[in-house]
């Protein structure tokens, strides 16, 4: 049974820093894409970052420099490092397993605000 379960959301101030985790199972996660999105509220979700197996990384371009992807295979867990944080970054995080072999799946969110 696949499962990815984020964690490490919460309030800041802007200018504060957070790191979201997103633990995986029932996968095989050193050979799996993983990426992250978030949801702001009466807004469509939207695409943040990716990490390939290889380590490869990508994000949009409202987070680049301030956001850092990273995978610890071993832990079978996706982070995102995110620094500078602005109230535009308010928003709920998913993470989701980015391969049509392995399925659509994604956690259940965590909730990031950035106060002003």
């Excluded at 290889?54 to 610890?72: A, C, E, H, L, M």
């Excluded at 079978?76 to 049509?100: R, W």
């Excluded at 399925?103 to 990031?112: A, C, P, R, S």
């Amino acid at each position: 049974q696949v499962q990815l379960v984020e964690s490490g959301g919460g309030l800041v101030q802007a200018g504060g820093s957070l790191r979201l985790s997103c633990a995986a199972s029932g996968i095989i996660f050193s050979s799996t894409t993983m990426g992250w999105y978030r949801q702001a509220p009466g807004k469509q979700r939207e695409w943040v970052s990716v990490i390939s197996s290889d380590g490869r990384t990508n994000y949009v371009d409202s987070v680049k420099g301030r956001f850092t992807i990273s995978r610890d295979n071993a832990k079978n867990t996706v982070y995102l490092q995110m620094n500078t944080l602005k109230p535009e970054d308010t928003a709920v995080y998913y993470c989701k397993i980015e391969s049509a072999e392995v399925g659509n799946y994604w956690g259940q969110g965590t909730q990031v605000t950035v106060s002003s």
